[in-house]
C-alpha cells in the first residue's frame, strides 16, 4: 500500500512539473527553451511513479497505510526538527556559542545522556567548532550579545 | 612515477599534513561507528574543505575515505555490525572468525587487504587517467551527455532497492537540480518568488541534509541497541600474515582487478564491488561452503575490492566529470564550487594538483596501516560510543556546516527540509546515493543536452550519430532494457524489499 502511495506522489510531482514547466518561455522559432528538460524528467517521473503505484497495487493486502504507531520515539524526532527551527530563530541573537551549546545539551539529555557526560560532551564540541571554523578556516559565525 | 613523487613534495606542506592527519582520524572515527557512513562522512566534511585550497580539499577526502572504508570492518568483525555498508558485504564471516578466536587474524588482514586494493586502485588512476583524458578530448557535448546518462543509469540501477526507485531517486535529484536560473535563458525556475531559490538548491547543505540529518532523525526514531562486543587481542593482529596472505594471493588480485573495475564504471562504488567479489570469490572458492560462517576468503577479496574502487572512482570523475560513486560525486560538486572543472582541461592546467593527487593516492593507503592499527587498538571504545552523544553532536556540526557556506540561513532550512525528505524516501527503499548524483549532475546533463539540440537544430537524431555517442547510448539503453524486461515479465510485481543504506 505504501507503495501505492508513494508512486501517486512520485507521479503527481511529476505531472506538476509537466504543467508548470509548459509555461516556461521557449526559444522562439519552434524551439524549445527552458521548458523541455523539466517536462522531459517531470514526465519521466510520472510514468515511473504510475509504473510504482501500479506495482505496488498488486501486493496489496489491506488499505491500511501500516505506519508506526506515535510514540515517544516520533517525539525525540520531533525534537531534533524543532531544535532546529529554534536554533535558526534565535542564533542572530543569543550567537553560535550560546545556541550551539545549548541546542547540544538539550538533545543530548533529551535522549538520556546523564549530564556529567553531556555537559562537557557538548562544551568540547563548541570548542572543537569554534577552533576549526573561526580559528583555522576564518570563517565568521554569528556572535552573540556579548560579542562572541 | 616521477609523478608521484613530485606530488610527494607537494604534499610536505605542514599544513596540508595537519589536514591529511586530521582527515585521517576523522574517517577512522566515522568508518568505525556504525550507522555513519563514509558518503556522509564526506558530506559533512564539505564545509571545511570548501575554505581550504583545492588540493588540501581533495587530500582530504582521499585520505578520509581509504580510512572509513577499511574502519567499517571493524564493527563488522567485532559486533557484526558493518561500520560502512561496503563491509556488509562480508560481515557475517568476519563476525563468525571473531567468535572463534580469530578476530585479529581478520582485522590485520583486512586492514593489509584495505592498503593494498587502494595502492593498487591508485595504480589504475596514475596509469588509466592519462590515457582516458586522449580519449576525452574527442568527446563533445553529445558524448559527455550519454556518458551523463550513463552514470545516472548506473546509480539508479545499482543502488540498493529496486531500480524502479532507483530511476526516481535519481529524476528527483535532477528536478532539483532545477530549481533556480535555467542555463538557456537566465529564466527562474520553480523558484515561487523567492529570493534564496533563485540561486538554486545549493547541493552542499541538501546533500548534508540528505545524509546527515536523516539519520540523526533515523536515530532518534530507532535507537540502536548495544551489542555485545567480541574481544580482540590486539598484540597478535600480524600473527601469520604473510602465510595466509601468500595462501590467497589470487583472491587479493582478483578483488582488487574487480573492485578497480567496479569503481572505475560510473555511478557504482565500493559496496557494488565488495558484494560482487564475494560473488565471484564463492563462484572461484575451493570451500564455497564455508562461506557465511566463517570463511577468510570472502574478507579478503572484498576488503581489497572495496578499497580499491575508492581510488578507481576517480578515473571517471576527474577525466569526463562522470562521479564513479557518490563522494565523486560530492568532490566533483567540490571542484566545480573551487571554479576547477573536470576533464582534459584539469589535468593540462593543474598538473601539479594532479601530482598532489596521485601521491596522496599511495600516501593515504600506506598511512593507513599504522593508524588503522591504531583504530584496532581503539575499536571497542569507537564501536561502544553513545548515540546521545553522538547524534546532537553531527547536527551541530550539520547546521553549522550547512550555515558557514554562505552564511545563509536559508542553506540551513534546505539541509532541514532534505533531512526530513531524506529520511522519508529511505524509509520507503528509495536510495539516497541517486539523488546526490542527479542533483550534482544536473546541470551537467541539462547544458550538454541543450548545447546539444541547439548545435544540432533540434534533430534528435544527431544523438545517435556520432559513432562515440552511439556506443555510449546503446550501452545506456541496453543497461535499461534488464531491469525493464523483468518488470514486464513479473507483470509489475514489486521487486525488492526497501534496504536502507546510504551507499557506503
Known amino acids: ?148 | 612515477m616521477e609523478a608521484v613523487l613530485q606530488g610527494l613534495v607537494l604534499l610536505a606542506q605542514p599544513k596540508v599534513l595537519l589536514v591529511v592527519f586530521l582527515s585521517a582520524i576523522y574517517g577512522l572515527f566515522v568508518g568505525a561507528i556504525p550507522g555513519l557512513t563514509a558518503t556522509m562522512a564526506a558530506a559533512l566534511l564539505v564545509p571545511f574543505t570548501f575554505f581550504l585550497d583545492p588540493l588540501s580539499a581533495l587530500v582530504a577526502i582521499i585520505t578520509m575515505e581509504a580510512m572509513a572504508i577499511f574502519a567499517g570492518d571493524i564493527p563488522a568483525a567485532l559486533v557484526r555490525i558493518p561500520g560502512t555498508p561496503s563491509s556488509a558485504a562480508y560481515t557475517e564471516d568476519s563476525y563468525e572468525l571473531t567468535k572463534q578466536g580469530k578476530g585479529e587474524v581478520v582485522l590485520g588482514v583486512d586492514l593489509i587487504c584495505s592498503a593494498v586494493g587502494g595502492i593498487m586502485g591508485a595504480v589504475a588512476f596514475i596509469v588509466a587517467a592519462p590515457l582516458l583524458v586522449l580519449l576525452a578530448l574527442h568527446f563533445t557535448s553529445f558524448e559527455y551527455f550519454w556518458m551523463a546518462v550513463l552514470g545516472l543509469s548506473g546509480a539508479a540501477l545499482i543502488a540498493s532497492g529496486s531500480p524502479l526507485r532507483g530511476a526516481i531517486s535519481v529524476l528527483f535529484g535532477l528536478l532539483l537540480s532545477m530549481v533556480g536560473i535555467d542555463i538557456t535563458l537566465g529564466y527562474p525556475r520553480f523558484t515561487f518568488g523567492s529570493v534564496d531559490l533563485l540561486g538554486g538548491i545549493n547541493f552542499i547543505p541538501a546533500m548534508i541534509g540528505l545524509f546527515g540529518v536523516s539519520e540523526v532523525i533515523r536515530q532518534a526514531l530507532a535507537p540502536r541497541r548495544e551489542q555485545a562486543l567480541a574481544a580482540v587481542r590486539t598484540e597478535r593482529v600480524f600473527h601469520g600474515i604473510y602465510a595466509l596472505l601468500r595462501r590467497h594471493k589470487v583472491q587479493v588480485v582478483r578483488g582488487g582487478v574487480v573492485g578497480t573495475y567496479i569503481g572505475a564504471l560510473p555511478g557504482t562504488g565500493a559496496d557494488i564491488a565488495a558484494w560482487l567479489s564475494v560473488a565471484v570469490a564463492r563462484r572461484f572458492s575451493k570451500e564455497p561452503g564455508k562461506f557465511g560462517k566463517g570463511s577468510i576468503e570472502p574478507v579478503i577479496e572484498a576488503g581489497t575490492s572495496n578499497n580499491a574502487a575508492l581510488g578507481a572512482a576517480w578515473i571517471p570523475a576527474l577525466v569526463f566529470g562522470i562521479p564513479g560513486d557518490t563522494i565523486t560525486a560530492i568532490v566533483i560538486g567540490v571542484l566545480m564550487m573551487k571554479g576547477l572543472r573536470p576533464g582534459p582541461i584539469l589535468f593540462e592546467q593543474q598538473a601539479e594538483l594532479l601530482n598532489g593527487l596521485r601521491a596522496m593516492f599511495i600516501f593515504a593507503n600506506v598511512l593507513m596501516i599504522p593508524l588503522g592499527l591504531l583504530a584496532i587498538r581503539l575499536s571497542s571504545r569507537l564501536v561502544r560510543m553513545p548515540r546521545n552523544i553522538l547524534m546532537p553532536v553531527i547536527l551541530a556540526f550539520s547546521i553549522v556546516g550547512s550555515y558557514a557556506i554562505s552564511n545563509n540561513p536559508f542553506d540551513v532550512v534546505v539541509m532541514l527540509v532534505m533531512g526530513i525528505i531524506g529520511y522519508v524516501m529511505e524509509a520507503h527503499g528509495f536510495p539516497l546515493g541517486p539523488v546526490v548524483l542527479g542533483l550534482v549532475l544536473g546541470r551537467l546533463v541539462e547544458e550538454n543536452f541543450m548545447i546539444s539540440m541547439i548545435k544540432a537544430q533540434w534533430d534528435p537524431i544527431a544523438f545517435f550519430t556520432r559513432p562515440a555517442s552511439l556506443v555510449l547510448a546503446m550501452l545506456t539503453l541496453a543497461a535499461w532494457l534488464v531491469p525493464l524486461a523483468g518488470f514486464v515479465q513479473r507483470k509489475g510485481a514489486p521487486v525488492a524489499p526497501p534496504v536502507s543504506t546510504a551507499g557506503k
Not at chain 1, 503527481?12 to 524528467?41: D, E, K
Not at chain 1, 496489496?60 to 527551527?85: D, F, H, I, K
Open chain 1, 1 to 148: 500500500m505504501r507503495d501505492v502511495v508513494a508512486g501517486l506522489l512520485s507521479a503527481g510531482l511529476g505531472a506538476w512539473i509537466v504543467l508548470t514547466a509548459r509555461s516556461f518561455p521557449t526559444l522562439g522559432g519552434g524551439y524549445q527553451g527552458p521548458g523541455i528538460f523539466p517536462q522531459l524528467a517531470g514526465g519521466l517521473l510520472a510514468l515511473l511513479g504510475l509504473m510504482l503505484a501500479a506495482a505496488g497495487l498488486r501486493g496489496v493486502r489491506s488499505l491500511r497505510l501500516g505506519l508506526p504507531a506515535l510514540g515517544a520515539e516520533w517525539l525525540q524526532a520531533g525534537l531534533v526538527v524543532a531544535a532546529v527551527v529554534l536554533y535558526l530563530l534565535a542564533v542572530p541573537r543569543l550567537g553560535f556559542v550560546l545556541m550551539t551549546s545549548g541546542l547540544l545539551l538539550l538533545l543530548m539529555l533529551a535522549q538520556g545522556a546523564p549530564v556529567r557526560r553531556g555537559l562537557p560532551a557538548a562544551l568540547a564540541t563548541v570548542a572543537i567548532m569554534h577552533l576549526l571554523f573561526v580559528r583555522l578556516l576564518r570563517v565568521p559565525l554569528p556572535p552573540g550579545p556579548w560579542g562572541w
